[in-house]
């Protein structure tokens, strides 16, 4: 089983969803996060003092899905979470030792 | 009687000397014995024209001050807790930077094209610079039983808030100095004449002689508020277009907190609004209290009633909700009819409403992103209408004695009608030429590129929430 | 003289025209030599019997909106920030519906039960459907110096407070339909009877001639609103149990910015509750609005005191607990002892709310949410006691010269104390009478699930806050 | 004439006396014919001293409830959402603590020290724990027009907002107890001296024959609200020192929906601050109501108009900052200048303060955190001496028909220098000699760890928001 | 090392915790998330639009553990977390590389 | 790969951040935790009721960097996060299977 981790802008959750969605994703968890990266934020001016923001909001989605999926997982959010401009984001894959469904105590490709 | 809400003290002349002199004659036997249960006090003002009543004034500088707070934090908060986060100061510094920009424009010339003068279609120069305004040698000039100075003051505070309500239907999209420029245009050329031709004995002004089918009987601002705004908001939604990703992306209130301290803020700054429209703390501004009291919460139970029959639970935006749709929807007949009456205008304004911002919203599918056509637009009309059919003579009497609202037999409806006509048409042409020659010169939406990013960083370079 | 606060000009006829004769020639001898270091101005209102007061009016006007403040914004942001995330829209929605709720009850019904009439038990129906309050030929019926509208506007703001008060004790549980059909109830047979026994010449109005010995000095609401309320508080709190997991989890208030927005707005809004009580804008208004000034400031720094003393450091919840305490005590005694009682009345009443709130709470473990019962029950019933401690003929001269107070030498300590326990038995038995019919026919609380959910999903179907 | 501002009523009795007679005469006469279009009214008083005005008093209680407001849940909100989230809390606490202890200090002897007797540099024990300000024998004392009661209570909310400006300077670092002890002192020795010598007839009040060239105009607290806070914050500032990490760390609002709603309810509140300096309803009230309101505008477009040329965008905190300079900056003139010179004076308060938030603090590095000092410090100086300026007998004739500002070709701009720089020294000196002492006994700032960890927890064992 | 991922409801969390405290566990990281799964969220209505909310807010809590307690805190975990409806979440299993106290600078078991 | 995550406090968010800067760090993620721990947080007191709150506010880190890099970064974090305290946080080092930027599609080392 893999676990996908991707860092992607707010606005494409939507999209990124519904292709997971039609992809057969039936799972995946969604955490408010801030970037730092190429993407140099902006100034933001508080009466006169100015704030270098390199933390820009940002959207992290983690999905579990078993290993054979992955790369089609992988995929679909590439296409989807794309703009083309500095600051799209990244996919993080790690493995996973395991996977529990808490409801049944059901184990690996069945928790998923 | 030309005129009868706001500027009514100037063409009460002849009447009020009656009342004045029976006022004095009852100031000098003030022993006379009433019977506390019996004793009732006229609707007209007591004073006489050209005293000043403190009690009136300081009930108008309170009201002035209420009807402030409903641009903000009232309306500044209904409407950004509405929006997504990332717009929440967008929306506030809209409501907050009109403050400014039009009370500076009130100043300089807006009252007195609004109030000067006595020419059927626009006010004069009168007033300019609040010259005939100000104090002179120690002394206030007056209007009815207050200064001049307040009476500005009061109706300012309207020439903020109108233009405010507008930039619900254009949220999270509109270019900040469009949209300033825009306001100013508007308030100029929509706001002023409407307001002269309703409150300034000019052609909509009930009693006018020019044009005598089209005076509107409006209190406190139906047409001159309410139409006005909801009619242009509709009208900017369908020229700027759909939010991006309209009808794909969900787009949720991000704080429903907000909205409901601002439409609470907003029900007590409304007894300002309208109970202030009486121009005097007299019984008239009481009942003008109770009918406004009355519809907003009918309104809140009408708008949750619906949802409650019709989805199963009531939820606290509808409550919010419904209550502004029955402020709205009782704010031209708050002084022209019983309290009483209020109770089924608030029930037909959150009932109509609901059904403009459900059902019509959807079927036509414009993005009139915090429903001011729905609310503003569609109470306001439902207001001006219901207005002819529930004023009555023992609140105000209009015609001499005769039979004014519907109920009565009287026929104001029909003015009323051709009032509300009226205005609707000058707020669409007006505002459709302006949002055209803007979006040719100015260009009225910001790149796509800042409305994803959101207004608060593309516009104002700032973030409303911090917690990291 | 049979009562003495807001009813009170009905029974003033006869004191009233004496009054007048003086007033009228000071009218007459306008320049007669007063010092201004020495004039003082009575209390008791100037303006005649039967004659309209537009500065009286203007007060009320403005007390009218600052009640109504009071519940929301006031109270729906103290009470919704102590409860959880989950339950916020829950608590705010309780208190706005009710808004509309108990509004349209009091424009039906309410008022007339509560101010119609002489009996001793309960109004009749002379004002239903606001006949005889409403204007008639453009004259509106007065109720002393104001428009009995205004009157009725006033009146009708505490019967939506009172009962929104109560939400806070079974708050994150009830069911929102059997909370509004309660509500209904509870005012019509609670709060209704109550008002009319103490403010409308019934059996607990002090001066009454059926039953002496029970006439409770109760200025603002002491007992008709904080004990009513706070004490039916508690029985809902037993009747309908503990939220789950209380006493195990941990519910940590969940936004305490709001709460201290809320009580700071009660502060505000309580001067009109109190000083509004007047009726008037004469002397007494300006003891009540300084009474209750220094009462909440005095309690604000008792309870953070005693959590200084006690616990190592004020908190910012103390404080604004404490100087809801301070408001709450001083309420029935605002308009009968001197101000700088208040700051006496307000420390018992920030430090005695402390003691009911931590150690009273945690010993009986009952689950008074918000502590309704700890503030209002408590604070109200110290209130009315020592009402008739500090109550003194220098502000009201109840007992027509002689003395009122324990401090002066006075009895009504006894009234007070008759009169709190009667409000005490009313409350808890129709409360509890109506709990258990409801608790077997509608039920009182939502599901296990839904509470587990939380009531702004299971009940309204909204989220509060939604950040992503 | 020797004081012209809040304590004004004492010193017109001969003038008034004349005008007393007039009204009587006119009263007697009620039908004479006004024009409506030509009549005024008088901004001097028409009520006789020694006779109580409703009217009047309605605005006062009114008003007093305003500045309360104005300190919670106004400044508290728009201080608070400037810190950072560890601290939100904190800055709440010191304001509502603030409004429960200078209240009580005012009421046991600080009403006394400032507005008792007539000596040139400090009030005296006339009115210690409210003698002589209570009611006897059901009659209220009088100030003016209203009871004293009620200026002891306007009067009291400038006591409570005072010293709650300056927390702003040391907000996030300095410790609960030592600000407690610090602001009894500060409101004793800077605050009670001030008030009593601009506005009760001492040394700094207009008129005044002992001192007669330093005697400001200042009608609502130019210097002595916001110059003596502003100036002592910028001591604090310095002496408490800069918050870790300052320059090195962000420290960007947490909150900017806060710092908007409170910005707006105090542009509401100050219209009590302002106009109810005039102690009245009269004209002279609608005028400085007016003057504070342009002047508001005027500040928001200046302060954003400055960001939009030189930064690119206008921001809402822009727009916020620059409407409360705009409102400092008018407050010592509004009484005194015409409304339409307010819009000038907002413009220079926008610009000037937004200088001073920037260009200024940048280059000295003091960290005055929520600049107390660039806006009230700066805005209050830029306002007394543009009162010098502006000021026109045509508002108030102080110079008995003489030119008064610069502009009319009048003196009075010295003695406005002249009370600056005293009020300056004042305060300078004060705040210098009270921090040393408190420094070495008490300490001034939390420790390191507790600073780190934020006031709201450190300080009062409690969070902001839990949402987890 | 194991870091242990649970999805859990928001209102077990008091109870999760307290089962892993008495199970000896004394450290663990808790992050306000939203998922997306089974459990079909449900539809939230504002002035006449419909959004399904699919997104329901979910508490994840981080546990990292020495490799041969990992069973038995994901067994605690699933006993307390457990209500048996749909929704109850997922536990993910990871390997870890490496731990360090920031502290004190020690590394993996004394680490935890 | 590594994949780092330190918890670390609020207030040393600045000072780690731009010591990775310094380091040669291009980018991270950031999010808003409340951790259990050692640290045994502190007694909050609401009218009366008392609260241990053991879930203290603290800051997610996530960096992701060449398996090479992965030591200096974490000794970076350490230095910088440390105050020595009690509840200075963790660090936890994951493998990572793939890393893929959005906007490019480029895989792992290039990717970061
Ligand atoms: N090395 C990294 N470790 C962890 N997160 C990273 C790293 N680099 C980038 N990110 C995350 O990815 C987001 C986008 O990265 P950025 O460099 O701005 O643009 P892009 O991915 O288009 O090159 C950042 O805001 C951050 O949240
Ligand atoms: N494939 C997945 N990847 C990541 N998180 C998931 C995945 N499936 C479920 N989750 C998380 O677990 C939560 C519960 O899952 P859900 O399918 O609703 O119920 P259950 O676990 O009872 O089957 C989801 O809200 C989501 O946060
Ligand atoms: N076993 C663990 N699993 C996950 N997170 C942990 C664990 N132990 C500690 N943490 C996180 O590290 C933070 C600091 O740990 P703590 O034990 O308080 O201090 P220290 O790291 O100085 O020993 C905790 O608040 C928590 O967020």
Known sequence: MKKIEAIIRHFKLEDVKSALNEHGVQGMTVTEVRGFGRQKGHTEMYRGTEYTVDLVPKIKLEVVVAEDAAQGVIETIVQAART????????????????????????????? | ????????????????????????????????????????????SEAAEGRMDRGDHAWMLASSALVLMMTAPGLALFYSGLVRKKNVLGVMMQCVFLMGLMTVIWALYGYSLS?????PLIGNGEFLLMN????????????????????????????????????GAFAERMKFSTMAVFMVLWGTLVYCPLCHWVWDNGILCDGNKTFPIGGALDFAGGTVVHISSGISALVCALLIGRRLGFGSEPMPPHNLTYTAIGA??????????????????????????????????????AWSGCEWVLRGRPSLLGACSGLVAGLV????????????????IGLAGGAGCFFACTAVKSRFRYDDSLDVFGVHGVGGTLGALLTGVFATRHVADVRSGGPVGLIEGGTVL??????????????????????????????????????????????HGEEGYIFI
Chains 1, 5, 6 share one sequence.
């Not at chain 2, 109030?115 to 020419?119: A, E, M, Q």
């Not at chain 2, 305004?133 to 903020?160: K, N, W």
């Not at chain 2, 007006?430 to 516009?459: C, H, N, P, Y």
């Open chain 1, 84 to 112: 083309g401009q500095v600051g799209d984001g990244k996919i993080f894959v790690h493995d996973l030792a395991q996977t529990v469904r808490i409801r049944t105590g059901e184990v690996n490709g069945e928790a998923i």
């Open chain 2, 1 to 44: 009687m030309k005129q009868d809400t706001k500027g009514m003290w100037r063409c009460r002349f002849s009447t009020a000397l009656g009342v004045v002199m029976v006022a004095a004659a009852s100031l000098a036997v003030p022993g006379h014995a009433h019977s506390a249960e019996d004793t009732v006090v006229s609707g007209v």
């Open chain 2, 115 to 119: 109030f000067g003068g006595d020419g």
């Open chain 2, 132 to 167: 005939g305004v100000q104090m002179v040698d120690g002394a206030a000039p007056l209007e009815g039983s207050i200064p001049r100075l307040t009476h500005m003051l009061f109706q300012g505070m309207f020439f903020i808030i109108t233009p405010a309500l507008i930039v």
């Open chain 2, 264 to 301: 609470t803020m907003l029900w007590v700054g409304w007894f300002g609004f309208n109970a202030g429209s009486a121009l005097a703390a007299d019984g008239r501004a009481a009942s003008a209290f109770a009918a406004t009291h009355f519809a907003a919460a009918a309104g809140c139970l």
């Open chain 2, 329 to 344: 929807c009782i704010t031209p007949g708050s002084g022209f009819v019983q309290p009483v009456s209020g109770v089924a």
């Open chain 2, 414 to 459: 029909v003015n009323q009608i051709v009032a509300t006509a009226i205005t609707w048409i000058l707020a669409v042409a007006v505002t459709f030429v302006l949002l055209k020659i803007l979006d040719a010169t100015m260009g009225l939406r910001v790149s796509q590129d800042e409305e994803i990013q959101g207004l608060d960083l593309s516009q």
